[in-house]
Structures are given as C-alpha cells and as structure tokens.
C-alpha cells in the first residue's frame, strides 16, 4: 500500500517527538510519503494530488479537525468517488477532533495510530456521507466557492464564537474550552440579533421557518466535545443519513440558560428542545438566507459573512479507515 501521510506542524496536542514516532510507526506498516504542511490550504493542496495521482492509496492526516477538512476538500476537488478515491485515514492532533471521535477511534495520537494500523491489517472503513456547502445561485454569494465539511457547520451565533477564538488565538491564546466558554458569554451579550432573528430556512416542497437567531447543521453526532463530555445538539446525525439543522428562535437570557443546560446534559436520546427550538432530520437539501451578514463555520472553520448557503447531504462521499 502507498500512504501520503500530511502533517499539521501546529497540531496542539502533540510534539514534534510524537510525530516523528507515529510517522515511523506508519512508515513500517506501508510505503509512505510524509509532507509537513507549510501555509493555509497546503493540506488541501496535498488531498487534490493524491485525488488526482493513480497510486496513492490512503491519504492519513495528522492534525485537527481543521487539517481533516482541507484533506477532503482536496480529495473532493472533482466530486465523490469512493470506489476510486484514495482512503482516508485520521490521526487525531488537534484540541477538540470531532471528527475522529464522531468515527469512534481514540482521542490520543499514539492510540489512535495503534487503532489505524489495526483497522488496515483487517480491512475496516466504511463509506459515509458528507455535506456541502455553497453559495445560493441569484444571490450575492452565488460566486463562493462550494466547500466540504465532515461533521458541522453553522451560520450566525456559533461561527461568531468561533470567530472570536481565532481572533484570540492569533494573538497568542491557546485553544482551550475555557476561552470557548468565555467567547460564548462574550458573543451572547454583543449579539446584534438574539431577539429577533434573521435567518430564514427554506426546503423543497415545505414552508419557510423564519425569524431564527442560530441554526448548526451536523452530519453526525455528537457535535462537539467540552473535554471528554460529548455534546449532542442534533442526536439522530449520521453519517449514514442526509442532514440535520438545530436551529433557535429565541436567545433571550432566560432561553439561552434553558438551552445551553439542555446541550450539556444532552444525550444520544435527546438534544435541545422546546417551543423555540427547530430540529429536522435527514434533510439533503435546503438553504439559509439572512437579512443581514452573518457569520459562517465549518467544521470549527471561520470563514467570514454570508447572507445566503445552500446546503447538500451526500450520501456514500469518502472512505474512510475505521
């Protein structure tokens, strides 16, 4: 087997050390090509080559969930398809790693290589859907390019905390959930529209939801970890299904505390409910305009103002090591 192995130097849970041992202990499994990445985009440069050659088998990326996404945006440059696209493999090496945590493999690096060479002695991986997102045709956005994610995207309050701890981080902060939770507050009390919403969601053959303060769409659950305690704002995700959209109404003080209780006690059984709260199931298609620019993420990825996205669930994208 030929394996690119693309390496995030920044990954902020391992070492230089660490990744020299994993990169070893790939090395003696397969015939690998290691490239550490040098500028934004660099991995999704490396996924496209590997797409594009004709004998590379498994592209393995080391990093965080940042890294992940750009890998599959390479690999996905010209569009699904699994049966000829090179696997994909993840070594978790970034804070959080929804990713490879929604794929059930370990949170620690060394682990999770050991798991990895496992699963290609045995020939696991599975094949699971992605989602994409793009620009709304006859909208000002309709030139934004389309864009994979894995796990999560979302438009308006969680993509301004995510933009809040970017800015943090590029002036020295480290990525931990505590500046999370700090940036939530801060977002909460500067946001311009938590009392009557902008966003209006619009799907094939149903009527509009209107007046949404914050809308997160998962492709899998749970969404996200605060350590290691998952938080399920979509419980029915899977990778294995179309789309889902946990979307609010409401952000008044007393809501927000009902919800984000609701979100850190929440279970595979139940997420965030209530009569302010919209939570659709196994959608592949719909969009989501705004009155107003809102903020855009994707998979923990700032990636500025948007008024209008239309999203697509794609069912069967990327195989994947398991």
């Given at each position: 087997?030929?394996?690119?192995?693309v390496?995030?130097?920044?990954?902020?849970?391992?070492?230089?050390?660490?990744?020299?041992?994993?990169t070893?202990?790939?090395?003696?499994?397969?015939?690998?090509?290691?490239v550490?990445?040098?500028?934004?985009?660099?991995?999704?440069?490396?996924?496209?080559?590997?797409?594009?050659?004709?004998?590379?088998?498994?592209?393995?990326?080391?990093?965080?969930?940042?890294?992940?996404?750009?890998?599959?945006?390479?690999?996905?440059?010209?569009?699904?398809?699994?049966?000829?696209?090179?696997?994909?493999a993840?070594?978790?090496?970034?804070?959080t790693?929804?990713?490879?945590?929604?794929?059930?493999?370990?949170?620690?690096?060394?682990?999770?290589?050991?798991?990895?060479?496992?699963?290609?002695?045995?020939?696991?991986?599975?094949?699971?859907?992605?989602?994409?997102?793009?620009?709304?045709?006859?909208?000002?956005?309709?030139?934004?390019?389309?864009?994979?994610?894995?796990?999560?995207?979302?438009?308006?309050?969680?993509?301004?905390?995510?933009?809040?701890?970017?800015?943090?981080?590029?002036?020295?902060?480290r990525?931990?959930?505590a500046?999370?939770?700090?940036q939530?507050?801060?977002?909460?009390?500067?946001?311009?529209?938590?009392?009557?919403?902008?966003?209006t969601?619009?799907?094939?053959?149903?009527d509009?939801?209107?007046?949404?303060?914050?809308s997160?769409?998962?492709?899998?659950?749970?969404?996200?970890?605060?350590?290691?305690?998952?938080?399920?704002?979509?419980?029915?995700?899977?990778?294995?299904?179309?789309?889902?959209?946990?979307?609010?109404?409401?952000?008044?003080?007393?809501?927000?505390?009902?919800?984000?209780?609701?979100?850190?006690?929440?279970?595979?059984?139940?997420?965030?409910?209530?009569?302010?709260?919209?939570?659709?199931?196994?959608?592949?298609?719909?969009?989501?305009?705004?009155?107003?620019?809102?903020?855009?993420?994707?998979?923990?990825?700032?990636?500025?103002?948007?008024?209008?996205?239309?999203?697509?669930?794609?069912?069967?994208?990327?195989?994947?090591?398991?």
């Open positions: 087997m030929r394996a690119l192995l390496v995030n130097p920044a990954a902020t849970t391992t070492s230089a050390r660490t990744r020299d041992v994993l070893h202990a790939l090395a003696s499994e397969m015939k690998l090509e290691a550490t990445t040098e500028y934004r985009g660099h991995a999704r440069d490396l996924g496209r080559q590997a797409a594009e050659s004709e004998d590379i088998d498994l592209v393995v990326a080391l990093g965080g969930d940042g890294t992940v996404n750009e890998v599959v945006n390479g690999l996905l440059h010209n569009g699904p398809d699994p049966d000829h696209l090179p696997r994909l993840v070594v978790p090496g970034g804070s790693n929804v990713f490879a945590r929604a794929l059930g493999l370990p949170n620690d690096a060394v682990e999770a290589t050991g798991a990895l060479l496992d699963a290609l002695r045995e020939s696991r991986e599975r094949t699971i859907g992605l989602g994409l997102a793009a620009g709304t045709p006859g909208t000002e956005d309709e030139s934004v390019p389309a864009r994979w994610f894995t796990f999560c995207a979302g438009l308006g309050f969680d993509a301004g905390v995510i933009g809040r701890v970017e800015q943090q981080r590029e002036r020295g902060k990525s931990t959930h500046l999370y939770l700090r939530v507050v801060r977002q909460f009390l500067d946001e311009p529209h938590r009392r009557h919403g902008t966003i969601l619009e799907q094939p053959g149903q509009p939801v209107t007046d949404l303060v914050l997160i769409i998962c492709n899998t659950s749970p969404w996200t970890f605060l350590g290691n305690r998952p938080v399920y704002a979509s419980p029915k995700a899977s990778f294995d299904t179309g789309l889902d959209v946990l979307g609010l109404s409401r952000m008044s003080t007393p809501s927000v505390a009902r919800y984000a209780t609701q979100l850190l006690t929440s279970s595979p059984e139940r997420g965030p409910h209530g009569k302010h709260a919209l939570s659709l199931h196994d959608l592949t298609d719909f969009t989501l305009h705004s009155k107003a620019p809102l903020p855009l993420q994707m998979d923990g990825d700032h990636l500025g103002l948007r008024t209008s996205v239309t999203f697509t669930g794609v069912r069967r994208a990327l195989r994947v090591i398991v």
